[in-house]
């Protein structure tokens, strides 16, 4: 059979994120945990990291996140430059230097929509942080504001691989 199908939607696991203080891991570690979720990669120091609950996204539900979030009005001429831009930090940051003003508000636009698809796909997937019911705008809360956006980007990873993975996610 060459089509691969969704095992189930009903998938839920439990993940920390790296950012955790209570979390050691070389960029290796981390690379490999978000790929497979094993958390045997990670190395735990002090007190007990954070646990967040995830369950798995249908693709109907990740399509409604992206509506919700503005799929039909987002900036295409944005989502065409995001997928230009080069990969190298010094180089992306000469390239955006050389936007036009259009360009740069465009790209501003894609990025907010994808920052709403992101809190759209934790208000669709997250149910529990430490034991306790959850909702994304307690995400919203954590501070400071870079361990906010690392641990959004890699709940999304999760919800991602396990919504188009499975469980087990890839092995690199």
């Known amino acids: 059979m060459a089509l691969t199908f969704l095992t189930s939607a009903d998938q839920i ?20 945990y978000l790929s497979n979720g094993n958390l ?7 007190d007990a990291a954070t646990t ?4 798995a996204l249908s693709p ?9 979030a ?23 940051a000469r390239w955006h230097h050389e936007l ?4 740069r508000a465009a790209m501003s636009d894609y990025q907010a929509y994808l920052n709403r698809v992101y809190i759209e796909m934790l208000n669709s997937a997250l149910t529990h942080i430490d034991g306790e019911q959850a909702t994304a705008e307690q995400v919203q ?20 691989r396990i919504s188009i993975l499975g469980p ?5």
């Open 168 to 172: 087990e996610g890839k092995s690199l």
């Open 40 to 46: 045997d990669e990670l190395e735990y120091v002090g």
């Open 13 to 32: 696991i439990n993940v920390v994120v790296t950012c955790d203080s209570a979390i050691e891991c070389t960029s290796e570690q981390r690379v490999q």
């Open 60 to 68: 109907s539900e990740r399509e409604h996140a992206e509506q919700r």
């Open 70 to 92: 503005g799929a039909y009005v987002r900036s295409e001429l944005g989502r065409l430059l995001w997928t230009e831009a080069p990969t190298d930090q010094n180089e992306r």
């Open 100 to 103: 036009s003003d259009d360009e």
């Open 52 to 55: 967040f609950t995830l369950k």
């Open 141 to 160: 809360l954590i501070r400071p504001d870079d361990v906010r956006a690392t641990t959004i980007s890699e709940l999304v990873m999760h919800i991602q």
